[in-house]
């Protein structure tokens, strides 16, 4: 496709299951990023993948959260056991090299938890 | 911590007028971004300023950076329905990828 692809748009679940959340960037882009953002807040960073170099995991809030990037390519963010406050839209976003400029964002996963 | 901020936190104006926001950031930059988000979904990448240049235009947008305050603003000139929603600056310190975004000026233009 020509854009950042996200799945599912939106996903309700119930406190204490996991969940799974895919990004699938623009081709050739080599930069990967996960941000989180809460309601009316801004964006907060979660994990950043570059080629084949070891993610920055900086960012996730808890060893609930993981992520992985297969083959230079789609991406899968991981939520175990989730927890009402990890209620959020989730954004994925891809950009050329290592400068962070000019991030082509998704549309987000919209996640409830209930 | 956000390493940008955006003032004011929400601008309401008619259509035609102009708007004007304002970010500031924390740490030495290479760039600075602003990008646009409407309906609380995907955000879309709208000018990037480079910490040696001072005025940049693109279409109605024109931003500013004054790296000596650590500042820039973001001016939208003849404003449009379409133009409601929100802005956010965006900044990575220099030599690092960690995009970090403020919370966002939430603009509605009013027809």
């Known amino acids: 496709g020509a854009g950042v692809s996200q799945s599912p748009s939106n996903k309700v679940t119930e406190k204490g299951k996991d969940v799974e959340l895919r990004c699938d960037p623009i081709s050739g882009h080599t930069a990967l990023y996960w941000y989180r953002q809460s309601l009316g807040q801004g964006l907060e960073f979660l994990i950043y993948f570059q080629g084949n170099s070891a993610p920055d995991k900086s960012g996730l809030p808890s060893d609930r959260f993981s992520a992985e990037r297969t083959g230079g390519s789609v991406s899968t963010l991981t939520i175990q056991r989730t927890q009402q406050e990890d209620s959020a839209v989730y954004l994925c976003?891809?950009?050329?090299?290592?400068?962070?400029?000019?991030?082509?964002f998704g549309s987000g996963t919209q996640l409830s938890v209930l | 911590s956000q390493q940008g901020e955006e003032d004011p936190q929400a601008l309401s104006i008619q259509e035609g007028e102009n708007a004007t926001m304002n970010c500031s950031y924390k740490?030495?930059?290479?760039?600075l971004q602003w990008y646009r988000q409407n309906s609380g979904r995907g955000l879309v990448h709208l000018i990037l300023i480079r910490s040696n240049e001072r005025e940049k235009h693109s279409g109605r947008l024109r931003v500013t950076l004054d790296t000596s305050k650590k500042s820039s603003s973001l001016l939208i000139t003849a404003s449009r329905a379409a133009d409601t929603a929100s802005y956010f600056c965006a900044t990575a310190p220099s030599n690092d990828y960690k995009l970090s975004f403020g919370a966002g000026t939430t603009v509605t233009v009013r027809a």
């Open positions: 740490t030495s930059i290479n760039n």
């Open positions: 976003a891809s950009s050329l090299g290592n400068r962070a400029e000019k991030l082509f």
